[in-house]
């Protein structure tokens, strides 16, 4: 024997099991909330944000030129925008003429002598370099230290041996005292050379030349007057003479650790 169960209704006026199954009554879906209207919208905000935070931390990232090498006178590294170089042929230069008193002393004041300055074990092994016995260091009662200077004092130095050279100077060709013979003469010339080689190269200058045609010359000729930005060479050689370190050369010495190299690196 089956038990009935029975169950009370609300009433629905006007209606019958005919209208609820006519094909024109339409079944509206529960509204939705605004929240969740306006969910995707709010997504892919978030993404274009985080899209647009990423852009800009590796639009503003360093690239692998943009890298400086640690150096104690990066401090005095000072941007003077873009300078137009003067190349015609023939422009008055403090620099530039037969040697003289006045050109050599020009010359000197930015290329003279080595200007050693110090660096610390901290400042040398942030360079990439390792602390050997062979480096030379200072004697504690003068700082202590290592001897180091900047490269741009040496490039200068082989500018100058390659000016007085293409003069017929030959004697006064190099701020240095080891030119004993012809042979080793030659070799330092070579190096300076290469040295620029290399420096060049390195850089990899890819500012454009344009040429233009020149009365009386048959082929075009390329216009030198262009643009570089370019660093404060002055504030760079005032920061060398500001850390410059003044030893007699007599107190330059090896100390009792020190070993020497086989052969110059």
């Known amino acids: 024997m089956h038990k009935e169960y029975s169950a009370s209704y609300s009433p629905v006026n006007n209606c019958n099991d005919m209208n609820l199954l006519d094909n024109n009554t339409e079944t509206k879906p529960p509204p939705k909330s605004r929240l969740l209207r306006w969910s995707p919208w709010l997504s892919h905000g978030v993404l274009i944000s985080i899209t647009m935070v990423f852009f800009v931390l590796w639009a503003r990232a360093p690239s692998i030129d943009d890298i400086v090498l640690y150096s104690p006178a990066n401090e005095a590294i000072e941007s ?28 000197n004041r930015i290329s003279f002598d080595v200007r050693p300055v110090r660096m610390t074990l901290e400042q040398l092994l942030r360079t990439g370099e390792k602390p050997s016995p062979v480096m030379v260091r200072y004697p504690d009662e003068y700082g202590g230290g290592y001897m180091a200077t900047v490269e741009v004092i040496h490039q200068l130095h082989c500018v100058d041996m390659l000016r007085r050279v293409s003069w017929g ?69 005032n920061w060398v003479d500001e850390h410059r370190v003044f030893v007699p050369k007599s107190k330059v010495v090896r100390l009792e650790d020190n070993v020497d190299l086989s052969s110059p690196p």
């Open 169 to 237: 100077d030959y004697n006064n060709s190099s701020g240095h005292n080891f030119h004993e013979s012809p042979e080793s003469f030659r070799i330092h010339l070579d190096h300076c050379i290469e040295m620029l080689r290399q420096i060049i190269m390195c850089r990899g200058d890819v500012t454009m030349l344009t040429y233009d045609w020149v009365k009386g010359v048959k082929d075009p000729f390329p216009n030198f007057n262009i643009p570089h930005r370019c660093r404060n060479f002055e504030k760079v050689l």
């Open 80 to 107: 003077i925008g873009i300078i137009r170089f003067n190349g015609t042929l023939g422009t008055p230069s403090i620099y530039r003429g037969s040697p003289s008193p006045e050109i050599d002393a020009a010359w």
